[in-house]
């Protein structure tokens, strides 16, 4: 995170990073419901990943 305000901290803006790499990896592997192991017995896989890359700005103004 980055950011930049007033010294009496009337307003802020800051500029925040997640997963600025952007690192790609599986978070959870799942067997399909539904589906019907293979004849070495091995199911269809849904695999759920992580986000990639996010950046926001985010303000603030206090009055």
């Known amino acids: 995170m980055a950011s930049i305000g007033a010294e009496d901290g009337r307003w802020n803006v800051a500029l925040v990073g997640r997963n600025i790499t ?8 799942n067997g399909r419901p539904g589906t019907i192991p293979n004849a070495q017995g091995a199911l269809d896989q849904a695999h759920f990943i992580n986000r990639g890359r996010q950046l926001f700005l985010e303000g603030t103004y206090r009055f």
């Open 22 to 29: 952007d690192e790609i990896f599986t978070i959870e592997i």
